[in-house]
Each structure stands twice: as structure tokens, then as C-alpha cells.
């Protein structure tokens, strides 16, 4: 079992700067493929960016270049570091932690808000 409980949401200025970070309890982190996904009022989740056990990393087009996904197999902790906000990344944002060996063990964090406006 893991609990994941993420940080860092709130109101920012468009072209400002997150971090938001995803602590997770129980042992194994390093071997989920962390998450972070976002859901938008009206909108279906979506992935934002994950990042493998051995760090390899994969982005949504729209935050290419803006966002970076980090991990610190330490500390359990996952990051994303969101940079040049625009109002569309406004939405809840979800950290996910998923192993998929002969089982399936998929994990969701509660969710923070972030919000871009002037």
C-alpha cells in the first residue's frame, strides 16, 4: 500500500513558477513509475508528465519545455517543477504511482489546486 500526498498548489501569475512536490509512504517507491496528472473543470484527466524508476521522463506537448518532472528515490519524493504558468494549466493536479509486474498496483494522491491568474 502507498499513500501519496501532494504540495505546493495555489494562485500564481501567468509566467510564474510551482514546484509541487508528492511524498509517498510505504516502502518500494523506486519501483512505481511516478505521475503527475491534471484535470481541468469540464476536462477528462490528463497525463502531464511521469517519470520511470530509472529516471526516464515523458511530457504532454503542452508543457514541454515549461514543466520538469524530477524524483528523489530518498526521500519518496516526486517533483514538478512548473515554470512560465499559463491560465490552461489551471486545474487540480494528481500525483499517480503505478507497478506493473504480474499484479497492477496503481496509487492516487488526494490532488492541489493550482491556479494561474492576474
Known amino acids: 500500500q502507498v499513500q501519496l500526498v501532494e504540495s505546493g498548489g495555489g494562485l500564481v501569475q501567468p509566467g510564474g513558477s510551482l514546484r509541487l512536490s508528492c511524498a509517498a509512504s510505504?516502502?518500494?517507491?523506486?519501483?512505481?513509475?511516478m505521475g503527475w496528472y491534471r484535470q481541468a473543470p469540464g476536462k477528462q484527466r490528463e497525463l502531464v508528465a511521469d517519470?520511470?524508476?530509472?529516471?526516464?521522463?515523458n511530457y504532454a506537448d503542452s508543457v514541454k519545455g515549461r514543466f520538469t518532472i524530477s524524483r528523489d528515490n530518498v526521500k519518496n519524493t516526486v517533483y514538478l517543477q512548473m515554470n512560465s504558468l499559463k491560465p490552461e494549466d489551471t486545474a487540480v493536479y494528481y500525483c499517480?504511482?503505478?507497478?506493473?509486474?504480474?499484479?497492477?498496483?496503481?496509487?492516487w494522491g488526494q490532488g492541489t489546486q493550482v491556479t494561474v491568474s492576474s
Open positions: 517519470i520511470t524508476s530509472g529516471g526516464s521522463t
Open positions: 510505504g516502502s518500494m517507491f523506486s519501483i512505481y513509475i
Open positions: 499517480n504511482a503505478v507497478y506493473r509486474g504480474l499484479e497492477t498496483y496503481d496509487y
